[in-house]
């Protein structure tokens, strides 16, 4: 069955760094269209950055432009999330998701990893 793992979440104080990574199985990765996505205390989750199949079209919340930037690895089958600058606000649980390139909505989701950040 498809597995997403995610790992590299803690704490870190504000305007630190961390980076993310998120390891798929059970799919042919390099045909899957990635996204990173938070769920911050108390809110809905929402969407951060996603990558395409290729790794050629990437997209990002506005208001981690500039800040964090989502990456692949088709030989890992892995999936990166390097983030700078970081903010109190970014603290949430983040999961890492798979899509096919036809579809809009997410098929398939981690069990997703905590990111704090202290000021």
């Known amino acids: 069955q498809v597995q997403l793992v995610e790992s590299g979440g803690g704490l870190v104080q504000a305007a630190g760094s961390l980076r993310l990574s998120c390891v798929a199985s059970g799919l042919t990765f390099s045909t899957y269209t990635m996204g990173w996505f938070r769920q911050p205390p108390g809110k809905e989750r929402e969407f951060v950055a996603g990558i395409t199949w290729d790794g050629a079209t990437t997209n990002y919340r506005p208001s981690v432009q500039g800040r964090f930037t989502i990456s692949r690895d088709n030989t890992k089958n892995t999936v990166y999330l390097q983030m700078n600058g970081l903010k109190p606000e970014d603290t949430a649980v983040y999961y890492c998701?798979?899509?096919?390139?036809?579809?809009?909505?997410?098929?398939?989701w981690g069990q997703g990893t905590q990111v704090t950040v202290s000021s």
């Open positions: 998701a798979a899509r096919t390139s036809l579809k809009l909505q997410y098929d398939y």
